[in-house]
Antibody
Framework: QVQLVESGGGLVKPGGSLRLSCEASGFTFSDHYMSWIRQAPGKGLEWVSYISSSGRTIYYADSVKGRFTISRDDAKNSVYLQMNSLRAEDTAVYFC??????????????WGQGTMVTVSS | DIQMTQSPSSLSASVGDRVSITCRASQTVSNSLNWYQQKPGKAPKILIKAASTLYSGVPSRFSGSGSGTDFTLTISSLQLEDFATYYCQQSYSTPYTFGQGTKVEIK
């Protein structure tokens, strides 16, 4: 079945770096856009970034622009989020999700189980 | 950025009740509006795409309506498994934005 599994979360000090990975299975990964969405503890959902199927189109939320980099490796069916210059406000569960498009509309499905990132000294 | 505002932020209801959650966008999003359900400790799951299209596998008691700036998610007869937090999300333009969530609790 279609599945996304994130990894790479953990505890990091402010100013540090972390690289999240998301491995996909059950679908043709190279055909699809992929995205990262985060959720701070007890808070709502915040879209972080997406990357097109070709890798040529990438967007970021302003809150992470210049610090985070999304990338993909179709040979490994994986999407990554390199996070640099981390701040306390980046503390969240990070979900990866497939971004589906049809008829000019798009939506996130499915989502991975999430990986927790804690930025604290 | 397009701001999404949900109301109410929380509600208490009983099994069998009809429940409606509204979502308002700060500018038009046409029908580029999705609804998700999230249970504690779990990832969100999509319920409704493009404002009113019921997603595959989602029970028919869920429905969505609206276009432009005002949208509604309705649960026709609340079931025990529906107690969760619901989020709207606009996919009209980046940055994609979510409402703050509506927590549906048991009365």
């Amino acid at each position: 079945q279609v599945q996304l599994v994130e990894s790479g979360g953990g505890l990091v000090k402010p100013g540090g770096s972390l690289r999240l990975s998301c491995e996909a299975s059950g679908f043709t990964f190279s055909d699809h856009y992929m995205s990262w969405i985060r959720q701070a503890p007890g808070k709502g959902l915040e879209w972080v970034s997406y990357i097109s199927s070709s890798g040529r189109t990438i967007y970021y939320a302003d809150s992470v622009k210049g610090r985070f980099t999304i990338s993909r490796d179709d040979a490994k069916n994986s999407v990554y989020l390199q996070m640099n210059s981390l701040r306390a406000e980046d503390t969240a569960v990070y979900f990866c999700a497939r971004l589906l498009w049809f008829g000019g509309r798009n939506w996130f499905d499915p989502w991975g189980q999430g990986t927790m990132v804690t930025v604290s000294s | 950025d397009i701001q999404m505002t949900q109301s109410p932020s929380s509600l208490s209801a009983s099994v069998g009740d009809r429940v409606s959650i509204t979502c308002r966008a700060s500018q038009t999003v046409s029908n580029s509006l999705n609804w998700y359900q999230q249970k504690p400790g779990k990832a969100p799951k999509i319920l409704i795409k493009a404002a009113s299209t019921l997603y595959s596998g989602v029970p028919s008691r869920f429905s969505g309506s609206g276009s432009g700036t005002d949208f509604t998610l309705t649960i026709s007869s609340l079931q025990l498994e529906d107690f969760a937090t619901y989020y709207c999300q606009q996919s009209y333009s980046t940055p994609y934005t979510f409402g703050q969530g509506t927590k549906v609790e048991i009365k």
